[in-house]
């Protein structure tokens, strides 16, 4: 298809309560839409994951918004007519900036495929219509706090929580969860909170028989968590770490990981993320979907990555309800742990057009430049 028009829209999503983890607290999401219309009247839709500040990763909202407008849309806009499968390898012209890539490669997936009338979930491979649900709980005030927090969720029915963790909330913490809850699915996330000299202490995570435990360490450790993974029973699963292929296939040979967590953004795109997991598959690693608070509109996209046959483990795929009392688009809601896969063409969702433009703080629209 022909790129005529891509629109950059930030928008301020107010979160029902604080998202506290250990690089940072958010009180809402600050998230850069990426909306491209084709010359042949196709209109895609997708959700940068970058949040605000470069905390979990180097990009952050403003700095994909301006790499895109100097950078990236230019370049599209010269290919004339281009696919989806394209978009990863142009924009490999340039260095780094995955989220930002993957965002463009999303919203012309999603403009492509409603082209051709087929959803997102069928053109990754989906062989799920419904996906188990995770949730994430951030780092709460006090113990009491986090247990009444997470009774919540239990009683909503999510099947799996995952509890962020720090130095000095770690074992107490999950040891107070499990006990209330001796069965329930459980895992840590450190979002790489620890070093190499905390294995020690790590290992007192055993006791709580866990799923896992998420990013100990610095992304670019790959050897202190093949060494971390040596010394503790818990399995130890990868997240920021993994940003291609080639990294997943070095961390697995090496011992560094023996799960993943699968984030398209992190990975420049949907079609990389559905490489991972194919590769995964045939090698036995189990794989799950990472959430980065999207709305609706990134939610959408990752329930259909998640219901490839590779995702064994819930994700953090929860309800709209989780952060949102009002998302951009139809909430999604959870029946019985799972929410069900849109199946419409793309990515499946409407845009709450209205509410869309309350929480807009600034549009911008690229045109391709006619040639004369």
Not at 3 to 9: A, M, P
Not at 41 to 50: D, L, N, T, Y
Not at 256 to 266: D, E, L, M, Q, V
Request: charged share 20%; glycine share 8%; proline share 6%.
């Amino acid at each position: 298809m022909l790129l005529k028009s891509i629109e950059l829209r930030r928008v301020s999503l107010p979160l029902k309560s604080p998202f506290r983890t250990s690089f940072g607290s958010m009180a809402a999401r600050d998230a850069l839409l990426v909306c491209v219309t084709s010359e042949e009247g196709s209109v895609g839709w997708s959700e940068c994951v970058a949040f605000r500040d470069p905390l979990y990763s180097s990009e952050y909202t403003a700095g994909c918004q301006e790499v895109i407008e100097r950078f990236l849309a230019p370049l599209l806009f010269s290919a004339g007519d281009l696919r989806a499968e394209e978009v990863g390898g142009m924009l490999s012209a340039y260095r780094g900036h995955p989220m930002a890539k993957a965002a463009l490669e999303a919203a012309i997936l999603d403009a492509q495929l409603k082209a051709c009338g087929v959803s997102l979930a069928t053109c990754l491979g989906a062989n799920k219509t419904a996906v188990d649900c995770g949730v994430s709980v951030g780092i709460a005030p006090s113990l009491d706090a986090l247990l009444h927090e997470v009774s919540g969720y239990v009683e909503d029915g999510y099947r799996r929580i995952k509890l962020k963790i720090e130095p000095g909330w770690d074992l107490e913490p999950v040891a107070r969860v499990r006990e209330a809850w001796p069965s329930m699915p459980l895992q840590v996330d450190a979002n790489q909170a620890y070093t190499r000299n905390d294995v020690v202490h790590l290992s007192g995570l055993d006791a709580f028989h866990l799923l896992l435990i998420e990013q100990p360490l610095p992304e670019e450790d790959l050897i202190g968590h093949a060494e971390l993974a040596k010394a503790i029973g818990t399995p130890v699963c990868l997240d920021e770490s993994i940003t291609s292929l080639s990294i997943a296939r070095d961390a697995i040979a090496l011992g560094a990981t023996s799960i993943i967590n699968i984030k398209p953004g992190r990975l420049g795109g949907f079609l990389e993320a559905r490489r991972i997991h194919d590769f995964c598959w045939n090698a036995g690693i189990p794989v799950w979907c990472g959430g980065m608070l999207e709305s609706g509109i990134g939610r959408a996209a990752n329930l259909a990555l998640a219901a490839l046959p590779g995702f064994t483990l819930p994700g953090d795929t929860s309800a709209s309800s989780r952060f949102y009392h009002r998302d951009i688009t139809p909430p999604f809601v959870m029946n019985d742990g799972r929410i069900t896969v849109p199946d419409a063409p793309g990515i499946g969702v409407e845009i709450d057009r209205d509410y869309l433009e309350s929480v807009t703080r600034s549009c911008k629209s690229l045109e391709r430049q006619s040639k004369s």
